[in-house]
């Protein structure tokens, strides 16, 4: 089964930038998509961006142009690019798998704060 594992969420500013990192490991990694999803204050979790097995990439409206999947040519490490970053990016960010057992990730914690 897969695992994934998300890091790299700290504090920012606001009009900052965060990449991050989900590591994908386990059997049957590379015939997944991830998706990156985030659960803000108070709010239910939501879908942010998904790459597919065979790398076509879906957004969210609301992050189109300030935020970026992508991944290694192994497609163990799927990065969620942050830019622009502003406080209603607050929010626990998960990475999950898109295909298979439903797994995620425990979640990185990004503040956006000045």
């Known amino acids: 089964q897969v695992q994934l594992v998300e890091s790299g969420g700290g504090l920012v500013q606001p009009g900052g930038s965060l990449t991050l990192p989900c590591t994908a490991s386990?059997?049957?990694?590379?015939?997944?998509?991830v998706g990156w999803y985030r659960q803000r204050p108070g709010n239910e979790r939501e879908f942010v961006a998904a790459?597919?097995?065979?790398?076509?990439?879906t957004y969210h409206d609301a992050v189109k142009g300030q935020f970026t999947i992508y991944r290694n040519s192994a497609a163990t490490v799927i990065y969620l690019q942050m830019n622009n970053l502003q406080s209603e990016d607050t929010a626990v960010y998960y990475c999950?798998?898109?295909?298979?057992?439903?797994?995620w990730g425990q979640g990185t914690q990004v503040t956006v704060s000045s």
């Open positions: 790459i597919s097995v065979l790398g076509s990439l």
């Open positions: 386990g059997s049957g990694v590379e015939s997944i998509g």
């Open positions: 999950r798998a898109m295909q298979g057992p439903d797994v």
